[in-house]
């Protein structure tokens, strides 16, 4: 029988290698492995905190001068800028009544009172042309009564008339003498009030001439020795009456409140250094000054909703050094702030 011979070199046929696929990244563990890490890390945080830290709200105190008018006024020019640092008696600015009030009210102000001094004038004038016609009507009566009793007396002697016509023309007379002078008295004082009345009205138009000058020289010195944390009002600007212009601060009395939980207060003493952070988050180093043991009430911007205690130990807190108070926003009042140190049996660890 016949062989077949196969080929046993192989097939000729070329294998096609697979190509390798790059693996792809698993996203959602990366995912959940950045929050796992981020849960570990809070945790840890929060854990150190309340282990290692002592921390309590507080709130910062400014005692400062509050610049303000009792009129409306314009400050036209500053002669110091936001937190320039200023002496007592250092003129700070230069202001003048507000257009409303120097020029409207003011010029409206003399226009009624001059209008017055006018229309009482112009009636006291009148009252003495009256009286001055009165007094001349009476003088006219007088005169014919006085010739009418000198007739009365001629015909007496040739008993035509009685003594009782003589005594009603005498009475007549007196009544009539009696109104004459009493007019006239009148007269002299309607005169005398008008002269009063010119001098008012002159003395009123000086002292409003001198309060003219006196409005475009007016500077505000500074009552107290500080630093400027507040400047409410751009130059030209009106500042209405009550309204605060500026307001200095004494950096001197400047302190933060801190409110201790009666368990943490073992760890604040006076002198300890702490460390401050401020709303903005800029941060700061201060020291204790002074430890109030009495209890008091958490202030009320403070509370937290839901907290059972709020009985609190106050601590105040002063600026480290003048470096540390350069940090500290004397511009705001009752301001939010954190207090927080290492616990007292970590202080010769940890150097804050």
């Not at 016949?2 to 995912?31: A, P, Q, T, V």
């Not at 005169?191 to 138009?205: A, F, I, T, V």
């Amino acid at each position: 029988m016949k062989k077949f011979s196969y080929n046993d070199r192989g097939s000729s046929l070329r294998s096609i290698s697979e190509i390798e696929m790059k693996k792809r990244r698993n996203w959602d563990r990366i995912i959940y492995m950045v929050i796992l890490w981020g849960i570990l890390i809070s945790l840890l945080v929060y854990i150190g905190r309340k282990t290692f830290i002592v921390s309590c709200e507080g709130e910062l105190i400014t005692e400062g001068f509050e610049i303000k008018f009792m009129e409306d006024v314009r400050v036209t020019q500053y002669f110091i800028q936001l937190n320039s640092l200023v002496n007592e008696g250092d003129t700070l600015f230069h202001f003048t009544p507000s257009e409303t009030y120097d020029t409207m009210k003011v010029l409206q102000d003399n226009f009624l009172s001059d209008d017055w001094f006018e229309r009482e004038i112009i009636n006291n004038d009148k009252s003495v042309g009256l009286k001055n016609a009165a007094i001349k009507e009476k003088s006219r009566q007088y005169l014919i009564a006085r010739k009418k009793l000198s007739q009365l007396e001629k015909e007496m002697f040739l008993d035509i008339s009685n003594q009782n016509d003589i005594e009603r023309m005498k009475n007549t007379l007196n009544e009539l003498s009696g109104e004459i002078s009493g007019l006239k008295q009148e007269v002299a004082y309607l005169q005398n009030y008008r002269q009063l009345l010119l001098e008012r009205m002159k003395e009123k138009g000086n002292i409003m001439e001198k309060r003219d000058k006196m409005s475009r020289n007016l500077f505000y010195t500074a009552p107290v020795s500080g630093k400027i944390s507040q400047i409410n009002k751009r130059e030209g600007e009106i500042n209405y009456k009550s309204d605060v212009v500026m307001e200095v601060v004494d950096p001197k009395n400047v302190t933060i409140s801190g409110y201790v939980e009666q368990q943490d207060i073992g760890s604040f003493e006076v002198g300890s250094k702490v460390r401050i952070e401020f709303p903005g988050g800029e941060r700061s180093v201060g020291k204790v000054s002074f430890i109030n043991y009495n209890a008091e009430a958490l202030p009320v911007y403070l509370q937290k909703q839901n907290d059972p205690d709020l009985m609190r130990l106050r601590i105040i807190v002063e600026p480290w050094d003048e470096d540390e108070l350069k940090k500290w926003p004397l511009h705001y009042n009752n301001i939010k702030v954190r207090v927080y140190k290492t616990k007292k049996y970590l202080d010769f660890l940890f150097n804050l």
